[in-house]
């Protein structure tokens, strides 16, 4: 399958996944459960859950249901970090993806606890893996998940972007807020499936491709959104511009390297392309 047909097919199952977790808007309280939909979707790309689709392939997984309730459970929790990361008390954002944030949509209290709905029900989808894979290594993936969003990743990440606003800061800050902020939950994401099915071999070269395909993405959206009068951390701010694509394209390359074994790492590389399609790099 091409890559174009092979993002597309999974991207439509996945979506049936999201959409046979969440419950349906006429559920009582339908507020939350509109505003959960609202946010879930309404035009993500879903690459963090095609990700550790092509992750499993890579290791001849079979892509069932397991993996496609892997892949939901971290679009969940990407979801809710966007919800939240639009929040006056943080980005004070008023569109996400052309489309009015969800506190604008509903409102904020909605919003807030629209994503920590998100939040919770991804652990539960975890907690029911077992019940179609009985011998998956639940215990090794939750606690992996819940380090990789708590305050050692994704939420540590977001305080240091926000104490650092208009402050100085030098690549040592940048990096840890570029590792834990987004790189965190896209490493997540191609480790998850080598982790709960226990593909020993293989965590380590997941862990390099996801962190490296997560420092990338980051720095790649760093980019995009230059503006050099802004007060949000940028590493362009940090390093330059030349410097900045320069590292992108090294780790990149650091991410396709760490899955170059196998003829089965074409839809790995196959995302590492799309990033750089993606911020026109
Ligand atoms: C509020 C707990 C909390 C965390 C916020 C991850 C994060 C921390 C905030 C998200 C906002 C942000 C700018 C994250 C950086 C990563 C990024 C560019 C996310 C957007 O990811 P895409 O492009 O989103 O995969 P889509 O729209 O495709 O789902």
């Given at each position: 399958m091409n890559f174009s047909d092979y993002i597309k097919h999974h991207s439509k199952r996945?979506?049936?996944t999201l959409d046979s977790i969440l419950p349906a808007e006429n559920v009582i309280p339908s507020t939350?459960?509109?505003?959960?939909?609202?946010?879930?979707?309404?035009?993500?790309?879903?690459?963090r859950p095609l990700i550790a689709i092509a992750s499993s392939e890579y290791m001849a997984i079979a892509i069932d249901k397991a993996v496609y309730s892997i892949g939901a459970m971290i679009e969940m929790v990407?979801?809710?970090?966007l919800v939240h990361d639009d929040l006056p008390s943080m980005d004070n954002d008023d569109f996400r993806r052309g489309k009015p944030t969800v506190h604008r949509m509903f409102n904020e209290a909605i919003a807030?606890?629209?994503?920590?709905?998100?939040?919770?029900?991804?652990?539960?989808?975890?907690?029911?893996l077992g019940s179609y894979q009985k011998n998956g290594d639940m215990a090794s993936l939750l606690v992996e998940f819940?380090?990789?969003?708590g305050s050692r990743g994704l939420v540590g990440g977001q305080v240091v972007d926000l104490e650092k606003r208009?402050?100085?800061?030098n690549g040592e800050d940048i990096r840890f807020i570029h590792r834990s902020k987004t790189a965190a939950l896209i490493l997540f994401s191609a480790v998850a499936p080598a982790l709960f099915f226990k593909k020993r071999t293989y965590i380590q070269h997941m862990r390099t491709y996801g962190e490296a395909l997560g420092m990338a993405f980051q720095i790649g959206d760093d980019i995009a959104d230059h503006d050099e009068n802004t007060e949000e951390p940028s590493i362009v701010n940090v390093l330059g511009l030349d410097e900045s694509k320069k590292l992108f394209y090294e780790y990149i390359e650091k991410a396709k390297e760490a899955i170059k074994y196998k003829k089965e790492g074409i839809y790995l590389t196959g995302i590492c392309d799309w990033v750089k399609q993606e911020f026109k790099l």
């Open positions: 996945i979506n049936e939350i459960h509109r505003a959960m939909r609202y946010s879930i979707f309404n035009g993500g790309k879903r690459l990407h979801a809710y970090s807030v606890l629209a994503g920590d709905a998100l939040l919770t029900e991804a652990f539960e989808v975890l907690g029911t819940a380090s990789a969003i208009g402050a100085r800061m």
